[in-house]
C-alpha cells in the first residue's frame, strides 16, 4: 500500500526556519519524483519544489535560496528544509509523489498524496 505522511509543520517568526518531513511506503521507490506543494490561505496549491530519480531538484521562483528538498532513501523519507521564513510562506504544505523520470510541474500529475502539515508565519 502506498501512502505518504508529513510532519514538521508549526508556527515561528519571519527569519525562522522550520524542517518538513514526508513519510513514504517502501513501495514508492527511486523510480518517483517526489515533490512539496503548499497551498496558502484562500489560493490554489502551488508547487514549491521537486526532486526527480537521479537527485536533480527544481524549485519555485518563490522559495530558491532559501528552500533545500532532499530525500533519504534507505529512511524513505522526503524533507523539506524551509530558512528565511517569510509570513507569505504560510500554507498547508503537502508531499506528493507521481511515477515520473522527468518531474512535471502541474499538480495533476501526481496521483499520491500525503494529508499535509501547517506552516504558519508570524511577521
Known amino acids: 500500500q502506498l501512502h505518504l505522511a508529513e510532519s514538521g509543520g508549526g508556527s515561528v517568526q519571519a527569519g525562522g526556519s522550520l524542517r518538513l518531513a514526508c513519510e513514504y511506503s517502501?513501495?514508492?521507490?527511486?523510480?518517483?519524483?517526489m515533490a512539496w506543494f503548499r497551498q496558502p490561505p484562500g489560493k490554489e496549491r502551488e508547487r514549491v519544489a521537486t526532486i526527480d530519480p537521479r537527485g536533480n531538484t527544481n524549485y519555485a521562483d518563490s522559495v530558491k535560496g532559501r528552500f533545500t528538498i532532499s530525500k533519504d532513501s534507505p529512511k524513505t523519507t522526503l524533507y523539506l528544509q524551509m530558512n528565511n521564513l517569510k509570513p507569505e510562506d504560510t500554507a498547508m504544505f503537502y508531499c506528493a509523489a507521481g511515477r515520473w523520470f522527468n518531474c512535471p510541474e502541474e499538480i495533476d500529475k501526481y496521483n499520491l498524496w500525503g494529508q499535509g502539515t501547517q506552516v504558519t508565519v508570524s511577521s
Open positions: 517502501g513501495d514508492i521507490y527511486s523510480g518517483f519524483c
